[in-house]
């Protein structure tokens, strides 16, 4: 509750009348001392003076405005200003908590898909395919001229076409054992080759020479290296009629190229270098088997530039298509 100052009250109605009833008196020994003097010198009697001021103070009294009392208002109490409350807002009581760090997930483990197993490639041995199929090569002599041949079965050695051309039969010079004689039987001027045939019971093969396997060869095989066996140059044929062992040089294929059917079909073109003698000869993959059979050298181009570097071998996929028709005895 506000505490309130109580101003004691004045009778203010009592001081009025008191001045009142004083001025009253005041004006009524006015008003008989003017109405004396003139009565006293006319000589009226003490009666009719009497009655006189009698009348003429009803009269001023009657006259006299009645004072209007007005009530004394009782002031209000004043309240005691109380000091303004300043409105403070609730905080909210935090609620204590701990930071927590957000939980990393640890990271997954991702499966590392394991490094595809690189198969090893065997590297071409081309010292120990020589090894194995070098009694298998021979030097093809016709008249003044000769070439190279290979055991394809064990009664007939291939060879190119024009190493033969023109002759009925041919001599066969080895390594080890004396030459023997062998009939040309059929032949294929287009694809440039030719069979040779001979008696086994006969002739003195030597007892490693075996005939040679026929392998495959793709633009897949591009850039594989390869071997080609030959003789090229001036072979010497010694006192006792035999000769050296063929030459052998590696290189790549670069390329597969198709001439036609007139012009021997698909050929192989290489950089293994090979030479004047070496027609005829086999060219063997990584694996020792035969791919393709030497045809020639490019010296020069259709333009007639110059060309190093750059020798065909018939592909072994023409050899395998002539050989029916050429071993019943039919040429072309």
Partial sequence: MDNISTVPQIKTITIVTFIEYRIRNIILGLLTLSMVLPLISCGPTDQELEMLVSRQVQTVIANMPTPVVHPTTTPAATATPQPT???????????PFQLRPTPVPPPTATAIAPLPTVTPQPVADFQKIYASIWPSVFMVKAGTGHGTGWLIEPDIILTNEHVVRGHSSV???????QPFMADVISSDSQRDIAILRFDPNSAPLAPNSNPLTLGDVSSE????????????????IHNDATVDRPSANVGVLSLIIDFGPQSGGYTLVMDVPVDPGDSGGPVVNGDGEVIGMTRGVVETSSSG?????????????EIKKSLPALKSGLSR
């Fill in 85 to 95: 409350a300043t409105v403070v807002p609730f905080l909210p009581t935090p609620t």
């Fill in 171 to 177: 001599s066969i010079y080895q390594n080890s054992e």
């Fill in 221 to 236: 095989n591009i850039a594989q290296p390869m071997m080609a066996l030959g003789y090229s140059g001036e072979y010497p």
């Fill in 305 to 317: 530039q110059r060309v190093v570097g750059t020798f065909y071998a018939l592909h072994i996929d």
